[in-house]
């Protein structure tokens, strides 16, 4: 297994212990520094999986200001399956009052699943901009590119920001890098059902772009021949990834859509991975 890559930056807090620890997931091997046993305390609004030790752990946040995507529920028990099977926590809140410096800290990453419009207020939005800058990684999905239109952090974070959509519909998604883990085990040509976004902008020339949507393969799209539809990027000392699939409940039992997911959360989270596979 491969070692954990620790997070960017100087420790939030100095008074937590590290230890080493190896964790052995079924769909991707994870190995971890953790802190000392216990669970940590839930915050309001936020369920804890037990038994996983502080510090190994990834925040689902899915608080909706906007359009609300059904799928949520799926994608949370999807992301819950996920750390259970690859040895991380998950602890999941809609409530905005968890974006704190001290509970945010707790965490690896931070995923915005499906979240939109303004989600969180002055405080939250600089205990989360601190996170990311000390290190913290964050996974937006799907309708996280539709939410914080109005905070510039949020916007260079995500990437880009959506603007419109066709309806749902089946399409080609052609994988660019296949050395990342949220790529790693896919073919070429990839492809699904999902809702595809159109963007603002083309976020290539501030990200590493993974995958783009093949506009011939459906109808809808107006970015043309480059059209990303999932990138990462380092931002600001922390770690940034993106895909816009994840608009039906369905893809939260597609193994392949599951591998992405998984491989963009090690990669925020700063857990090293070994190549994914199925």
């Known amino acids: 297994m491969l070692p954990w890559i ?32 216990g669970t940590p305390r839930a915050r ?6 037990p038994g996983t030790p502080a510090g190994n752990r990834v ?20 992301i819950r399956r996920l750390g259970g099977q690859s040895g991380f926590g998950v ?14 800290d707790r965490y690896r990453a931070v995923v915005f699943l499906n979240t939109t419009g303004d ?9 989360f901009q601190g996170y990311v800058r000390h290190g913290g990684g964050f996974v937006g999905v799907h309708a996280a590119s539709d939410t914080e239109y109005g905070w510039p952090f949020y916007g260079g974070l995500v990437g880009a920001y959506f603007a419109a959509h066709p309806p749902i ?30 963007f603002r902008t083309d976020p290539r020339s501030a990200v590493h772009v993974l995958a783009t949507v093949d506009e011939s393969s459906y109808t809808g799209g107006t970015m043309g ?19 816009a699939l994840g608009h039906t409940t369905a893809s939260y039992a597609e193994p392949a859509f599951l591998a992405h997911l998984l491989g963009g959360i090690g990669y925020a989270g700063g857990f090293a991975t070994h190549t994914l596979g199925g």
């Open 119 to 127: 989600v969180l207020d002055g405080a939250g939005q600089a205990a």
């Open 59 to 78: 925040l689902v946040f899915s608080r909706t200001a906007g359009f609300r995507h059904d799928s949520i529920p799926a994608g949370v028990q999807a």
């Open 225 to 243: 021949a480059d059209h990303p539809i999932a990138w990462y990027a380092p931002y600001q000392g922390g770690r940034s990834f993106y895909t």
């Open 169 to 198: 519909q089946r399409a080609t998604v052609r994988v660019e890098d296949r050395t990342h883990p949220a790529t790693a085990h896919l073919g070429a040509a990839w492809t699904r059902v999902d809702e595809w976004y159109n």
């Open 44 to 49: 309001p609004g936020t369920t804890t999986a």
């Open 91 to 104: 602890d999941a809140t809609e409530d905005a009052a968890a974006f704190t410096g001290a509970n945010l």
């Open 6 to 37: 620790p997070r960017r930056g100087p420790a939030r807090s100095p008074r937590r212990p590290v230890h080493r620890r190896a964790v052995l997931g079924a769909a991707v091997a994870l190995a971890g520094s953790a802190c000392s046993p």
